[in-house]
């Protein structure tokens, strides 16, 4: 059975940082494309980031360049999110999403996991 575990999330104050984790289980992460998506109360959720299986490639939403990293760690069959320079916009529910390939549709990823909140307030 496939399970899909988002953790990190946490309260941080403006221009600080935060790594998020996606952890499979049922699964090998680095045989998919693995997402990040986020969804601000009131908002629809909106594509972050995405890593490739094919070649590794990466692909960041113009709001996060520069500030945001994405990264295999493959002996935790994790995918990791490094946040930096955090702003309240940022602030939402996480989630991590798998599939194939990259997209920015949410209706493209079949596995989806709970999310993880962050909250950016001083």
């Known amino acids: 059975q496939v399970h899909i575990v988002e953790s990190g999330g946490a309260l941080v104050q403006p221009g600080g940082s935060l790594t998020l984790s996606c952890t499979g289980s049922?699964?090998?992460?680095?045989?998919?494309?693995v997402a990040w998506f986020r969804q601000a109360p009131g908002k629809e959720r909106e594509g972050v980031s995405c890593?490739?299986?094919?070649?590794?490639?990466?692909y960041y939403k113009e709001f996060v360049k520069g500030r945001f990293t994405i990264y295999r760690d493959n002996p935790k069959n994790s995918v990791d999110l490094q946040m930096n320079d955090l702003a309240p916009e940022d602030a939402a529910v996480y989630y991590c999403?798998?599939?194939?390939?990259?997209?920015?549709?949410?209706?493209?990823?079949?596995?989806w996991g709970r999310g993880t909140q962050v909250t950016v307030s001083p």
């Open positions: 890593i490739s299986t094919s070649d590794g490639s990466t």
């Open positions: 049922g699964l090998r992460l680095d045989f998919h494309a």
């Open positions: 999403a798998v599939d194939l390939g990259c997209s920015w549709y949410v209706s493209d990823y079949a596995s």
